[in-house]
């Protein structure tokens, strides 16, 4: 059971160089998200996609863009990185869609540390 | 729009004795909280929640957590730590996933 798969596992970018973080899942979830977790701070949402075919904005949308390939993929694109975007990507799937995400329960996988110098 | 608040950086507890983390809230309408815990470089699993019903529930690992509407917590408990609960604990409210910002759980033998 592979659940939640995340590629990279590590990488180091230079400023303005540009990646896309692999995302994807075995559980047929509807919803899948983006997260950034930074020392001492919670997660913070990038995007999430409710299902196949939509994306929305998270807390912190700057600076990202997303796809949702298929409904078992979802990719996290930094056009041109910046050090201030060092930090853990998570990436997370749910069941449910829409408006059920307040009650769902969210599946994640083990992260891509990213530096950016 | 919901919020969460985890007053404890750190909590230090002796093997064997109950362990409580503090998380509170602050929802307009019904709550939707949940507890995650992170083990050292790894994604986070999923605890309890509470969304209706029993203010105790209970969840993975013997975990449990006690919803208090008059205080507005959501408090993370257990009654004998175990060594192996060590770990970054979070609550969560629901809605876009506000996350708190988590509480270092330390478990001395």
């Known amino acids: 059971n592979a659940g939640v798969t995340q590629t990279p596992k590590f990488q180091v970018l230079k400023t303005g160089q540009s990646m896309t973080l692999q995302c994807a899942q075995d559980m047929n979830h509807n919803s899948m998200y983006w997260y950034r977790q930074d020392p001492g701070m919670g997660l913070r949402l990038i995007y999430y996609?409710?299902?196949?075919?939509?994306?929305d904005k998270g807390e912190v949308p700057n600076g990202y863009n997303v796809s949702r390939l298929n409904k078992r993929e979802f990719s996290l694109r930094l056009e041109s990185a910046a050090p201030s975007q060092t930090s853990v990507y998570f990436c997370?799937?749910?069941?449910?869609?829409?408006?059920?995400?307040?009650?769902?329960?969210?599946?994640f996988g083990a992260g891509t540390r990213l530096s950016v110098l | 729009a919901q919020s969460v608040a985890q007053p404890e950086d750190q909590v230090n507890v002796a093997e064997g004795n109950p362990l409580t983390v503090k998380c509170t809230y602050s929802?307009?309408?019904?709550?939707?909280l949940f507890w995650y815990v992170q083990y050292p470089n790894r994604g986070l699993q999923f605890l309890l929640k509470y969304i209706t019903g029993d203010n105790l529930v209970k969840g993975s690992y013997g975990f449990e957590a006690e919803f208090n509407k008059s205080q507005t917590s959501f408090h993370l408990k257990k009654p004998s730590a175990l060594v192996s609960d060590s770990a970054l604990y979070f609550c969560?409210?629901?809605?876009?996933?506000?996350f708190g910002d988590g509480t270092t759980l330390t478990v001395k033998p």
């Open positions: 997370a799937s749910s069941e449910r869609a829409a408006e059920l995400l307040a009650k769902n329960i969210q599946y």
């Open positions: 969560v409210g629901g809605g876009k996933s506000t």
């Open positions: 929802v307009s309408g019904n709550p939707y």
């Open positions: 996609s409710a299902s196949e075919g939509t994306t």
